[in-house]
């Protein structure tokens, strides 16, 4: 069994930042590329960022220059810095690991979400 907790989520006001954290658990044998996706109300799930094993990373153009996003392989762990934050980037925001198991398979693991709100 494989576990994504999300962290660091809350209510921040226009022009400030959050980081949040997403750390994998559980029957992990390697983990291939870890990102982030959001979905605000009312809108479909998008990608926000994502980095593969190797550090390679890539941005929606929307937060491209305000958003970081950076892992730990030692400790399966992905972060997401967001500087700069908007209103329109208030949404639930989801870790997504894809990642094999000892076992041999491939599962692409999701965590619980965790909303970021972003008003004065």
């Known amino acids: 069994q494989v576990q994504l907790v999300e962290s660091g989520g809350g209510l921040v006001q226009p022009g400030g930042s959050l980081r949040l954290s997403c750390a994998a658990s559980g029957s992990i044998f390697g983990i291939n590329a870890m990102g982030w996706y959001r979905q605000a109300p009312g809108k479909q799930r998008e990608l926000v960022a994502a980095i593969t094993s190797g550090g390679r990373t890539n941005y929606a153009d929307s937060v491209k220059g305000r958003f970081t996003i950076s892992r730990d392989n030692a400790k399966n762990t992905v972060y997401l810095q967001m500087n700069s934050l908007k209103p329109e980037d208030t949404a639930v925001y989801y870790c997504?690991?894809?990642?094999?198991?000892?076992?041999?398979?491939?599962?692409?693991?999701w965590g619980q979400g965790t909303l970021v709100t972003v008003s004065s």
């Open positions: 997504n690991a894809d990642l094999r198991t000892p076992y041999g398979n491939a599962l692409d693991a």
